[in-house]
């Protein structure tokens, strides 16, 4: 039987018939459909860690355990498993072992443009790349069989379009895959470092197996079609280049992306007269076909930039122009990425930017308070530098900077990697105040629960966080409550605890408008009072507008009648009708 099934979707598939018992992950576009699918199948355990390092680690331990596992993150959320991932490359495995990484060629959804096959280079660790769907189910069956067959985690590298594209796949029943026997072996998985020197001889005989497997493998494809122009690619740049070249150049299809063959390649080179690598991001491919002596095309006519196109690559090898979409001749409206209406951090960022702070930012949805007319945003690095980073900001500019600085991260980012940064504060004696947006739920990718919600990945109730309590434990003795709609109290709230000596942390507490248990009703309307102050547009609530004529609009169609608007008009112009 056959599914159409995104490339996420198809990953779980695959490790379902692979036979996997342990999946923890961490959300993170474009990768969080994959442990999203996995929960679909009973036989797998699966979790929301509170990170990847610790979904790693999970892994990892039920690899040891005897069971085929698999951990699933974004590129940003590798750098975050690091550390486990180059150790666990010397240990090696028990049970298969897959990391599913996804990279983001374009940014949609990230802070940074990287390329992940560094990651398997630099850690001496196999990694896979698919193309479609159907790859991606059987790649990643196959990269289980070969983590246990070579002793070593394998990668699945994907990408943002190859996670959210639809393909046809093959649909096999699971694998019966016993546990594997558990033996304590202190010289293979205690890696001190009279164990980790002998282990790494192990490491550099497995890269040269694995090096041979790869010259042979199934994943490394060559297309001949008569051509004297080669092309060697991978992933989804392979199917752009065959929508824009077709039969006109014969292709090297790398579906094993580390460690790279090298008599393939040259062996194909030498079948051409003239070879181009197409890949997105770094030269990878490129400086290894460089190395290995062929004279290759490559970043001198193809970007380091974003995502590639079959007319960019048509153009680059055959000098030729694919025909340009039908223009829609109506002027489409510019969409900026906007917090949406009811948003619970939109009253934060109100505040802020009235009081004039500088705002240290975190990653989620309220890394939109940047955008005008908030505006309060002044520094977003990664998850859980709001707190640190902060922390160095008023190390830096002596402690009366405090009474102009906050940190703002959500519920969800804390937990992720907030609190280590809460204890830096306290045990180092600054004077900090951190803003957890807790608005119940992870937000920005897609709605997952985390230990702060109450609930697992499957739904089931379970231990949920004190916030308040934990803040606390770690030694701050000014933790406050408020929300962040009673813009008067907050606003209050704030100026009392940015003014402090000491330590405060300020849990914003309200939840997200779109999940369900929110009921909000009716709408907002402007009535005739309206003065046109313009005091209701500093919101930057999509749903209030203006017209050429300066008067202000409510779109009912977006109104979800929250009623953070009436709070801010001076002159109850604005009313709520149910």
């Not at 069971?67 to 699933?72: L, N, Q, Y």
């Not at 750098?79 to 940014?107: H, I, K, Q, R, W």
């Not at 940074?112 to 001496?124: L, P």
């Not at 400086?287 to 930039?305: M, R, Y």
């Amino acid at each position: 039987m056959k599914k159409l099934l995104l490339g996420n979707a198809a990953v779980a598939q695959g490790a379902y018939e692979a036979g996997v018992r342990v999946v923890a992950s961490y959300p993170g576009t474009p990768s969080t459909e994959i442990t999203e699918n996995i929960v679909k199948y009973d036989e797998i355990y699966a979790e929301w860690s509170p990170n990847e390092k610790v979904a790693a680690e999970v892994a990892i331990g039920a690899s040891i355990g005897g069971a085929r596992a698999m951990s699933c993150m974004k590129h940003v959320g590798l750098n975050v498993m690091a550390d486990p991932v180059f150790t666990v490359s010397y240990t090696g495995v028990n049970g298969g072992l897959v990391f599913c990484v996804a990279d983001d060629p374009g940014m949609h959804s990230s802070q940074n443009e990287q390329d992940s096959r560094h990651y398997a280079k630099a850690s001496k660790t196999a990694m896979l790349e698919p193309s479609d769907s159907s790859e991606c189910k059987e790649f990643t069956r196959r990269a289980f069989e070969l983590s246990e067959e070579f002793d070593t985690p394998f990668f699945l590298r994907l990408s943002t379009r190859v996670s959210h594209s639809q393909s046809l796949v093959e649909i096999g029943e699971r694998s019966n895959v016993e546990l594997k026997p558990y033996e304590k072996n202190v010289s293979k998985y205690v890696m001190m470092p009279a164990m980790a020197v002998k282990r790494h001889v192990s490491v550099e005989e497995r890269i040269e197996k694995l090096t041979e497997f790869a010259e042979n493998c199934e994943f490394n494809k060559i297309e001949n079609n008569n051509s004297k122009i080669g092309v060697i690619t991978s992933g989804i740049s392979y199917m752009y280049a065959k929508e824009a070249l077709g039969t006109n150049v014969n292709y090297l299809k790398l579906g094993m992306v580390y460690p790279l063959p090298k008599k393939l390649i040259l062996d194909f080179a030498k079948s051409v007269d003239k070879v181009y690598v197409i890949e997105e991001l770094d030269p990878v491919i490129e400086e290894h076909s460089k190395s290995l002596g062929v004279n290759v095309i490559g970043k001198d006519v193809f970007t380091l930039l974003g995502e590639y196109t079959p007319a960019m690559i048509k153009k680059a090898i055959l000098n030729e122009d694919i025909p340009p979409f039908a223009e829609i001749s109506e002027t489409i409206p510019a969409r900026p990425p906007v917090l949406c209406p009811g948003c619970p951090h939109r009253g934060t960022f109100y505040v802020l930017k009235k009081l004039g702070l500088v705002v240290s930012g975190d990653i989620g949805c309220y890394t939109l308070g940047a955008m005008a007319p908030l505006a309060s945003v002044d520094t977003t690095i990664c998850m859980g530098a709001s707190v640190s980073a902060a922390h160095g900001m008023a190390k830096a500019r002596g402690k009366e900077f405090n009474k102009k600085l906050v940190s703002v991260i959500g519920d969800s980012t804390f937990m992720h990697s907030g609190i280590t940064g809460l204890v830096d504060i306290v045990y180092n004696k600054g004077a900090n105040t951190v803003i957890i947006l807790d608005n119940s739920i992870t937000g920005m990718t897609g709605h997952q629960d985390n230990p702060t919600t109450g609930f697992t990945i499957r739904g089931e109730e379970t231990k949920q966080v004190n916030l308040l309590a934990l803040c606390k434990s770690i030694g701050v003795d000014h933790v406050v409550v408020a929300d962040p709609f009673d813009l008067k109290n907050f606003e209050m709230v704030v100026k009392e605890e940015v003014n402090r000596d000491e330590p405060s942390v300020i849990i914003a507490q309200r939840p997200c408008a779109l999940l369900k248990s929110v009921k909000y009703t009716g709408h907002c309307t402007i009535t005739d009072k309206c003065k046109k102050c313009k005091m209701c547009m500093k919101l930057g609530c999509p749903a209030i507008s203006e017209d050429k004529d300066g008067n202000v609009k409510i779109d009912l169609t977006q109104c979800n009648g929250c009623g953070l608007c009436l709070n801010v008009c001076p002159f109850d112009a604005i009313v709520k009708e149910d």
